[in-house]
């Protein structure tokens, strides 16, 4: 009907099984294997309303990440599958996602890990 309002589910794109084989595992390696388009990958939302705190917080999480997981070794804490939460209008995983630290990286090996991947 003319003026019917639409809003895309960024949940629902996310589970897709055709974009996202076994959505509901938690496969981040699957980022590595197949780049997403802008239709398929939309943590940020899209169009005019992107969040304008994307580049900020894509720059944060890799600087946080590459910080953290150069100085230990990190596994989930449980194999309980985790079940995302309607949050305002955005969801998230309920309770977070419970990692606990399985190891610490030597300082040589930070430095190996740094000197063979700017190879």
Known sequence: EPGTLLIP???????????????KQFKPERFLEHQFAPS???PFGGGNRRC???AFALF??????ATVLSRVQMELADSKPVQPVR???????EGG??????????????????????V
């Not at 944060?60 to 990440?65: F, N």
């Not at 996602?97 to 700017?118: A, C, F, H, K, Y």
């Open 87 to 93: 949050k305002g209008l955005l969801s998230g995983p």
């Open 40 to 42: 398929e990958y939309l």
């Open 60 to 65: 944060e999480m890799k600087l946080v990440l």
């Open 9 to 23: 589910s960024i949940y629902l794109t996310h589970h897709r099984e055709d974009l996202y084989p076994n959505p």
């Open 52 to 54: 304008i705190g994307m």
């Open 97 to 118: 996602v419970r990692m606990v630290v399985t190891g610490r990286r030597s300082q040589n090996e930070r430095i190996l890990e740094t000197t063979s991947s700017s």
